[in-house]
T-cell receptor, first 114, second 111 residues
Framework: NAGVTQTPKFRILKIGQSMTLQCTQD?????MYWYRQDPGMGLKLIYY???????DKGEVPNGYNVSRSTTEDFPLRLELAAPSQTSVYFC?????????????FGQGTRLTVV | QKEVEQNSGPLSVPEGAIASLNCTYS??????FFWYRQYSGKSPELIMF????GDKEDGRFTAQLNKASQYVSLLIRDSQPSDSATYLC???????????FGAGTQVVVTP
């Protein structure tokens, strides 16, 4: 009963490097999300997807890219890492976009850019 | 800019007492509201959701929604040390399926 799985759990990047945060869900959910959480702050939406092939920007998309080629996978790409991208990243999924369907979260990826 | 506001705390609550958490939101058209609990270093987990005006109870937790005043609250009865966590209020945009979160209220239950 995996739910939402994120890899890696921890990563240290040097300024200017790139990486991909992986996210996969096995609940056949249509909606998927990437959030970042800075210390003492709530979750800020980076990108979201309403289904395979469809993605859209959230509140803080600059410096990130996503793709959604399958229902299960929603990777987040960081290009040219900057210290401001040091954060905890959460992937989440939801069965539908409407009503009382909750978001299920992965375990998070703690990223440090030095 | 749609906003979800919460007092950051920390809210210190004696063991056995009631913890009261509040959340206000700016989008009058919002219909679905969620409370998540997040332990330090962990991911958020759902406590309960509410979408009708009034109260909804689940065990020691009660969510209260007042759409006219645009606030949603969470009561934790008989608070236990295991309730010490950050509680996140989330408002769902039913048109786009996006969740907007408040900054969270840290609750500390003292024995």
């Amino acid at each position: 009963n995996a739910g939402v799985t994120q890899t890696p759990k921890f990563r240290i990047l040097k300024i200017g490097q790139s990486m991909t945060l992986q996210c996969t869900q096995d609940m056949n959910h249509n909606y998927m999300y990437w959030y970042r959480q800075d210390p003492g702050m709530g979750l800020k939406l980076i990108y979201y997807s309403v289904g395979a092939g469809i993605t859209d920007k959230g509140e803080v998309p600059n410096g990130y890219n996503v793709s959604r080629s399958t229902t299960e996978d929603f990777p987040l790409r960081l290009e040219l890492a900057a210290p401001s991208q040091t954060s905890v990243y959460f992937c989440a999924s939801s069965r539908t976009g409407g009503g009382n369907t909750e978001a299920f979260f992965g375990q998070g990826t703690r990223l440090t850019v030095v | 800019q749609k906003e979800v506001e919460q007092n950051s705390g920390p809210l210190s609550v004696p063991e056995g007492a009631i913890a009261s958490l509040n959340c206000t939101y700016s989008d009058r058209g919002s219909q679905s509201f969620f409370w998540y609990r997040q332990y330090s270093g962990k991911s958020p987990e759902l406590i309960m959701f509410i979408y009708s005006n009034g109260d909804k109870e689940d065990g020691r937790f009660t969510a209260q929604l007042n759409k006219a005043s645009q606030y949603v609250s969470l009561l934790i009865r008989d608070s236990q040390p295991s309730d010490s966590a950050t509680y996140l209020c989330a408002v769902k945009d039913d048109s786009w399926g996006k969740f907007q979160f408040g900054a969270g209220t840290q609750v500390v239950v003292t024995p």
